[in-house]
């Protein structure tokens, strides 16, 4: 398994600001993923980040509203740009364990935004 | 198209009791099918995964799930329900060419005491 640290685990944000999100990991992987999770909704796919290329982002979803980092292999960062009460969501970070079938979740970022 | 399903948005049953909670799937090729819970205001834990071989799979906390081709189902189940069990209960499965996992609906699961 991966152990992943979400950093801020939860936040209130004013209306227009932006927010960025850090994923840790405690080893090295290749595929890390962003997920977004609305209130009372199923997980959705935001974007698949890999080290040294651009993250590649799903239909829906846009670098300008979610630019994401991927210096190296054990760290990520999502931003949440110009932020309306829509994007009041858990944001989560996975990654794709060593054995490479299995991925394993953070705690999530809880964020409200008012 | 592609796509997993979780039918029933709520399961509840009595402490003791079996429970089972359901999955359904359509992905060409052979699946990588998944589950995962959620306990109230926390991140994703994985259970228990389906990869090839055996159609019964073992998982965490006494959490079993069983493939079957011919019905495309990989139902969730447990022989005896705790009331920590209470939680919500992903479905995944990993689509032909992608790395990344599609998620069902979620079924929340509610055990009584």
């Known amino acids: 398994s991966a152990v992943i640290s979400q950093k801020p685990s939860r936040d209130i944000c004013q209306r227009g600001t932006s927010l960025t999100i850090q994923c840790q990991v405690d080893?090295?992987?290749?595929?890390m993923f962003w997920y977004r999770q609305q209130p009372g909704q199923s997980l959705t796919l935001i974007a698949t980040a890999n080290q040294g290329s651009e993250a590649t982002y799903e239909s829906g979803f846009v670098i300008d509203k979610f630019p994401i980092s991927r210096p190296n292999l054990t760290f990520s960062t999502l931003t949440v740009s110009n932020m309306s009460p829509e994007d009041s969501s858990i944001y989560l970070c996975?990654?794709?364990?060593?054995?490479?079938?299995?991925?394993?979740f953070g705690e999530g970022s809880w964020l409200t935004v008012v | 198209a592609q796509s997993v399903a979780q039918p029933e948005d709520q399961v509840n049953v009595a402490e003791g009791n079996p429970l089972t909670v359901k999955c359904t799937y359509s992905v060409s090729g052979n699946p990588y099918l998944f589950w995962y819970v959620q306990y109230p205001n926390r991140g994703l834990q994985f259970l228990l995964k389906y990869i090839t071989g055996d159609n019964l799979v073992k998982g965490s906390y006494g959490f079993e799930a069983e493939f079957n081709k011919s019905q495309t189902s990989f139902h969730l189940k447990k022989p005896s329900a705790l009331v920590s069990d209470s939680a919500l209960y992903f479905c995944a499965v990993r689509l032909t060419g992608r790395r990344a996992l599609t998620f069902g609906s979620g079924t929340r699961l509610q055990v009584q005491p």
């Open positions: 080893s090295q992987v290749t595929m």
């Open positions: 996975s990654v794709e364990g060593a054995e490479g079938n299995t991925i394993y």
